[in-house]
Every structure is written in structure tokens, then in C-alpha cells.
């Protein structure tokens, strides 16, 4: 966002995401974190106890999945947010976990650009998971855009709009504890 105004409203939202709710960025990163590894390991139960056929698999994914619906609760609170927030939210971490992943394999077998590739994906869909937590876009009222428009009042297509990773990287700084 580059208009002034725009900017202010920005900076506001970020300012009442950041100290009026009392959301500590630095633990909350850590906890995502902890969610995507959560979510990985229903995957890694479920796949693990499809392979073997032993049910006691499907026993661990049950006591997992209710420790990560816990604490994602404790991020996406179901009764601030609107439609599928709390789904949305698990899979996007869900996803940026993959890309991690993937791209990590790649990055180990010398396939430097494709792991670069899915590590920006990545970060992307990481930076889209804050942004809904921390409700700096609105997704009932979502409407496309050209990639040069700051939003859909922007007819002339000729500024440039902040990224969320610009965004993030100027709220989260996981060594500010």
C-alpha cells in the first residue's frame, strides 16, 4: 500500500492486532509452527495406520488431532471469525508445512531453484495464514484484482502494493522476545 491513508489504516490494524488484543507475535509464530507439525503428524498417523491396518494408529491421530484443535483455538477463536476461517487457517499451515517439506527434499538433492520456488510458495501461504488470523483482509468482500492494483479502487493499475511478506516481515521478528 503506498497511499498515506491506506497506509495509516494499515498501520492501525496492525497496531490493535499487535498490543489492543494482546497477541504476542513471537509465541504465536512458535505455536504455528507447532500446529503444522501437529497437523503433519495426523497425516503421518493416518497414513501410517492405512499401511499397517493396525487401528492403534488411528488412536494416536485422535489424541493429536484434540491437541491440535486446542491450540488452534487458541489462535482462531470460532466465534471472531467468520465462514470457514478455522478450516482455511489448517490448511493453510497444513500446506506451507508441505511446501517446507518438499521443498527441503529438493533443496538436499541439489534442486536449489525448485526448493526456492516452493519455499517463496511457502512463505506466501504463510504470510496468508497471518493475514486472516490477524484479519488484514476481509474475505467475505474478496474480489480479484490485477496484479498491478493496490485494490479494486485502484483503476489506474500503477501502484505498488505492499506484500504480505513485506507486511509480516515488519511484524514478526521471531527473535523479539
Given at each position: 500500500?503506498?497511499?498515506?491513508?491506506?497506509?495509516?489504516?494499515?498501520?492501525?490494524?496492525?497496531?490493535?492486532?499487535?498490543?489492543?488484543?494482546?497477541?504476542?507475535?513471537?509465541?504465536?509464530?512458535?505455536?504455528?509452527?507447532?500446529?503444522?507439525?501437529?497437523?503433519?503428524?495426523?497425516?503421518?498417523?493416518?497414513?501410517?495406520?492405512?499401511?499397517?491396518?493396525?487401528?492403534?494408529?488411528?488412536?494416536?491421530?485422535?489424541?493429536?488431532?484434540?491437541?491440535?484443535?486446542?491450540?488452534?483455538?487458541?489462535?482462531?477463536?470460532?466465534?471472531?471469525?467468520?465462514?470457514?476461517?478455522?478450516?482455511?487457517?489448517?490448511?493453510?499451515?497444513?500446506?506451507?508445512?508441505?511446501?517446507?517439506?518438499?521443498?527441503?527434499?529438493?533443496?538436499?538433492?541439489?534442486?536449489?531453484?525448485?526448493?526456492?520456488?516452493?519455499?517463496?510458495?511457502?512463505?506466501?501461504?504463510?504470510?496468508?495464514?497471518?493475514?486472516?488470523?490477524?484479519?488484514?483482509?476481509?474475505?467475505?468482500?474478496?474480489?480479484?484484482?490485477?496484479?498491478d492494483q493496490v485494490?479494486?479502487?485502484?483503476?489506474?493499475?500503477?501502484?505498488?502494493?505492499?506484500?504480505?511478506?513485506?507486511?509480516?516481515?515488519?511484524?514478526?521478528?521471531?527473535?523479539?522476545?
Amino acid at each position: 500500500m503506498t497511499d498515506d491513508k491506506q497506509f495509516q489504516e494499515l498501520m492501525a490494524k496492525l497496531k490493535t492486532a499487535k498490543e489492543g488484543a494482546g497477541v504476542d507475535l513471537s509465541l504465536e509464530e512458535d505455536l504455528s509452527i507447532a500446529l503444522m507439525n501437529l497437523i503433519s503428524l495426523e497425516e503421518h498417523f493416518f497414513f501410517t495406520g492405512v499401511k499397517t491396518g493396525k487401528d492403534s494408529y488411528f488412536d494416536l491421530l485422535k489424541e493429536v488431532r484434540e491437541v491440535r484443535k486446542e491450540l488452534l483455538g487458541r489462535m482462531i477463536d470460532k466465534k471472531e471469525h467468520e465462514g470457514e476461517t478455522w478450516c482455511i487457517s489448517k490448511h493453510l499451515l497444513a500446506a506451507t508445512m508441505r511446501m517446507i517439506e518438499v521443498g527441503t527434499k529438493y533443496y538436499a538433492d541439489g534442486k536449489k531453484d525448485d526448493a526456492k520456488k516452493l519455499f517463496n510458495n511457502a512463505s506466501t501461504v504463510f504470510n496468508l495464514f497471518w493475514a486472516l488470523r490477524l484479519k488484514l483482509i476481509d474475505v467475505k468482500d474478496v474480489k480479484a484484482i490485477k496484479d498491478d492494483q493496490v485494490n479494486i479502487h485502484d483503476e489506474k493499475g500503477t501502484k505498488q502494493p505492499w506484500s504480505l511478506q513485506d507486511i509480516m516481515n515488519k511484524l514478526v521478528d521471531c527473535c523479539d522476545e
